[in-house]
C-alpha cells in the first residue's frame, strides 16, 4: 500500500513540475528583490506590422539554452519576414518557452536593426514564442531596474538634473515594491513601452546611498509623468469616479513660478465631430453633441443626441489617441470647445499629469532642491524606510581659508536661495560693531510675554531674561533683536547692507521694510524673505573666519559667541553627546537658524553654518531646526577634521 501511495505522490510532483516548468503564465519575479521586465514589445510590434527587421542576441561563451535540453548557444537571431522566425545559432526553432542562462552575473548584448547603439541586459532570459505571440522576458534587481529606467525616463543623467533622476529612481524603486505592479503584464511585472515605463537595458550609472520609501505607509500608487503643463491630477482620473484628493499645485511657492511648462509648454489639436463619434459610437445615427471636461472634478462628459456618458479623463484621452496617435491630445490639462463641425483642443503638459511631473522635478533639480524635497513636492505625505538624517540632508564642506569646495551635494545646492531666518542676526550684528558700537554693550531682558511691537514671544516660550550682545546671538533671541527697533535708523541700514553686499559680492535680498509694526521681525531675522544663495553663506562663514583672527575686541566678540552657540547656546548639545563635546574642545563655532520654506508649502527647515579650523560648512536640513542641522554639522566637521 505504501508504495502505492509513493507512486502517486510521484506523478503529483510530475504533474506540478510540468505545469510550473511550462505554463509561461507566471512573471519570473519570484524573489523578493527582483522585478521582471517584458522587454522589446515595441520592436516586436513594429516589426509584426512592417514584416521587415531582425534582431540580434550575442551571448557570453558559458551560455545555454534549454531546447528542452542544454545546449551551448552563441546567438539568437530574430528575423521578421512572411512570419516571425526565431534562429538559435542559426537553427530554426520550434515554437515554445525557451530559457537561456548563463551562470551568476551574466549578461547578453543586442543589436537593434533600426539603431545603431548596443544594448546590455541581465541573463537569464526567457523566450515565449508561439503564432500569435513573441516575448522576451529579463529578470532584474530591483535597485538597478529602477536606475536604468529612471535614466531611459530622463533620456540620460546630467549634472543640473541628477537630483531629478535620483528622485525618479527611488519613486521607480518604490514602483518595484508595490503589489499594485506586480505581474500587471501576465508574464511580467513591467514592461519596457512608453506608455508604461520606459527601460533601455543596463546603463554604466549608479546611485549614491538613499532613503527607501516606506510603500506601506502610502495609499496611492507612485505615479509619475512627463510633464504636468501647470496642474497635476489625482489618480481618478484613471476612473470614472472622479477626484480622490487633492493632487498638489505644482508651482514653486515663493515665486508663484508654474513648474514643469518649459519643456512642454502649450499644444493644440482638432478633430471632426463625425469622426470623434465614430470612435466612440456604435448605435446608428448617435453622434457627440458636445464635450464637458470637469478639470477640478476629473471627468469628461460626452453629451449625445441620446444621453450623457461619462469618463475616465485617461480613457478618453487614449481612445482617441489609440487611433489618432499617441500624442494627439499630448495631456489631460486641455480645454475643448466645440466650432462648427470639429472640437478643438487646447492644452499644455504631457503625459497623464498624476504624480511627479520630470520637467518639473528638473526645474527643482535645476534650482538646487534635492531628491527627496522633490519627491515631497509630489507626494507631501511620503515616508521613508530606515530614516538617516546625513542622507536626505544636504550640505557643502568647504576650506574656511579661501573657500575651496571640499564635499557638496552637488553644483545647484551651492548656487541655491534660502531664507537666512535667524543668521540674519550676524548681519544686524555687524552693522552695529561698524556703525554702531554705542550700542555693543546694550542690554535687553527677553519675558515669557513681551508687549507690542515686539513679538508676543521668543522662540524659547520662558524667555531669556536679561541679555548682552554676546549672549542674545548665541542664544539666537528674538526679543533682543527685535528691541533694537527704535535705535536702529532704517535707512542706515539699508545704506550699510547695500555696502556689504557689494564689497563682498552676495546675492543678497533683502525686502524694503515700511512697516513699522514688521521692523521689529525684520531684525530679528523672522522675515523668510531675507534670502541668499549658499555660495552666500560660505563668504559669510570666510569672513567671519577672517574677522576673528584679527587681534581686536571684535574677534574675541565673535568668537566667544559664535562658539557659544555650542556651549550654552541654542546646539547646547544633550549630555553624553561624544561628537559633540569633542568638537567643542576642537573649537567648533557658527550659528543655527530655524526657517519656514518649501517648494508649493511652507515646512520647518534647520539652517547651520560655521566651522572648525580649517573646514566650513553650511548645512541645510528638511522637516527640522536649527539645533538638529547643527549637531549634524559637528558630525560631518568631527569626521573630516580627525
Known amino acids: 500500500m505504501n508504495k502505492i501511495y509513493l507512486a502517486l505522490y ?32 515595441k520592436h516586436v510590434k513594429m516589426m509584426k506590422e512592417a514584416r521587415e527587421g531582425s534582431l540580434v542576441f550575442s551571448f557570453p ?9 542544454r545546449e551551448n548557444l552563441k546567438n539568437i537571431k530574430i528575423v521578421f519576414a512572411d512570419r516571425v522566425k526565431v534562429l538559435a ?3 530554426l526553432l520550434d515554437y515554445g518557452i525557451y530559457n537561456i542562462s548563463a551562470g551568476d552575473a551574466s549578461e547578453f548584448s543586442l543589436k537593434l536593426s533600426d539603431v545603431t547603439d548596443i544594448r546590455i541586459y541581465p541573463l537569464p532570459l526567457k523566450i515565449i514564442y508561439s503564432t500569435e505571440n513573441l516575448k522576451f522576458i529579463i529578470e532584474e534587481k530591483k535597485i538597478r531596474y529602477a536606475i536604468d529606467s529612471s535614466f531611459a525616463e ?9 537630483e531629478a533622476f535620483k528622485a525618479l529612481a527611488i519613486l521607480i524603486y518604490g514602483r518595484c515594491s508595490q503589489t499594485l505592479y506586480r505581474g500587471k503584464h501576465r508574464d511580467a511585472d513591467f514592461c519596457d513601452l512608453s506608455c508604461c515605463q520606459v527601460y533601455r537595458g543596463r546603463q554604466s550609472i549608479t546611485l549614491p546611498e538613499f532613503l527607501a520609501i516606506d510603500v506601506s505607509a502610502l495609499r496611492k500608487g507612485l505615479y509619475f509623468c512627463a510633464s504636468g503643463g501647470g496642474r497635476l491630477f489625482s489618480d481618478g482620473i484613471f476612473s470614472n469616479t472622479g477626484r480622490r484628493y487633492n493632487p498638489p499645485a505644482d508651482v514653486l511657492l515663493a515665486e508663484s513660478l508654474p513648474l514643469s511648462k518649459s519643456n512642454n509648454s502649450q499644444w493644440s489639436c482638432e478633430i471632426k465631430a463625425g469622426e470623434l463619434s465614430e470612435m466612440f ?17 476629473e471627468i469628461v462628459f460626452v453629451k449625445s443626441n441620446f444621453t450623457v456618458y461619462t469618463f475616465a479623463p485617461e480613457d478618453f484621452r487614449l481612445r482617441i489617441n489609440r487611433l489618432k496617435g499617441w500624442n494627439f491630445l499630448r495631456s489631460n490639462n486641455y480645454i475643448v470647445k466645440k466650432e462648427g463641425d470639429k472640437f478643438i483642443f487646447n492644452g499644455s503638459g504631457l503625459g497623464h499629469g498624476v504624480g511627479l511631473s520630470m520637467d518639473g522635478a528638473i526645474e527643482l533639480s535645476h534650482r538646487g532642491f534635492s531628491a527627496y524635497e522633490i519627491l515631497e513636492h509630489y507626494y507631501p505625505d511620503i515616508k521613508y524606510i530606515s530614516f538617516n538624517r546625513r542622507i536626505y540632508s544636504q550640505y557643502i564642506l568647504f576650506d574656511t581659508e579661501n573657500g575651496k569646495i571640499l564635499k557638496s551635494s552637488g553644483k545647484n545646492f551651492y ?24 550700542l555693543l554693550n546694550y542690554k535687553y531682558t527677553c519675558l515669557s510675554e513681551n508687549q507690542e511691537p515686539l513679538p508676543l514671544k521668543c522662540w524659547d ?31 542706515s541700514f539699508y545704506q550699510w547692507i547695500r555696502r556689504f553686499k557689494s564689497y563682498h559680492g552676495l546675492k543678497l535680498e533683502v525686502p524694503y521694510i515700511s512697516d513699522d509694526k514688521k521692523w521689529p521681525q525684520f531684525l530679528a531675522g523672522l522675515d523668510f524673505r531675507c534670502t541668499m544663495t549658499v555660495s552666500d553663506f560660505v563668504k559669510l562663514v570666510l569672513i567671519l573666519n577672517k574677522k ?54 511652507t515646512t520647518s527647515y534647520g539652517l547651520f553654518v560655521g566651522a572648525i579650523g580649517e573646514k566650513g560648512i553650511v548645512t541645510l536640513l528638511r522637516k527640522s531646526v536649527g539645533r538638529d542641522a547643527a549637531n549634524l554639522s559637528a558630525e560631518i566637521l568631527y569626521e573630516n577634521c580627525k
Not at 15 to 29: K, R
Not at 281 to 297: C, M, P, V, Y
Not at 415 to 438: A, H, M, N, Q
Not at 574 to 593: H, P, Y
Open 61 to 69: 561563451d558559458n551560455a545555454e539554452i534549454v531546447f528542452p535540453y
Open 89 to 91: 545559432d542559426g537553427r
Open 281 to 297: 459610437f456604435t448605435k446608428s445615427g448617435e453622434f457627440i453633441e458636445d464635450i464637458i471636461f470637469s478639470l477640478d472634478k
Open 548 to 601: 576673528m583672527k584679527e587681534k581686536d575686541s571684535c574677534a574675541i566678540f565673535f568668537s566667544d559667541s559664535l562658539k557659544n552657540t555650542f556651549i550654552t547656546g541654542t546646539a547646547r548639545p544633550d549630555k553624553g553627546n561624544f561628537i559633540s563635546q569633542e568638537v567643542i574642545r576642537a573649537g567648533i563655532w557658527g550659528k543655527t537658524s530655524t526657517i519656514i520654506y518649501g517648494s508649493n508649502f
Open 10 to 41: 510521484f506523478i503529483i510532483f510530475l504533474l506540478i513540475s510540468s505545469v510550473s516548468l511550462f505554463s509561461g503564465g507566471e512573471p519570473l519575479s519570484f524573489k523578493e528583490d527582483r522585478v521582471s521586465i517584458d522587454i522589446l514589445s
Open 461 to 491: 516660550k520662558n524667555g531669556h531674561g536679561a541679555l548682552d550682545l554676546k549672549d542674545a546671538l548665541s542664544l539666537s533671541c528674538n526679543i533682543y533683536f527685535a528691541s533694537l527697533y527704535n535705535k536702529i535708523n532704517r535707512d
Open 154 to 162: 530622463m533620456g540620460g543623467v546630467r549634472d543640473e538634473s541628477f
Open 415 to 438: 548656487e541655491r536661495r534660502i531664507p537666512l531666518g535667524s543668521i540674519f542676526k550676524i548681519l544686524v550684528t555687524l552693522y552695529l560693531w561698524e556703525e554702531r558700537r554705542d
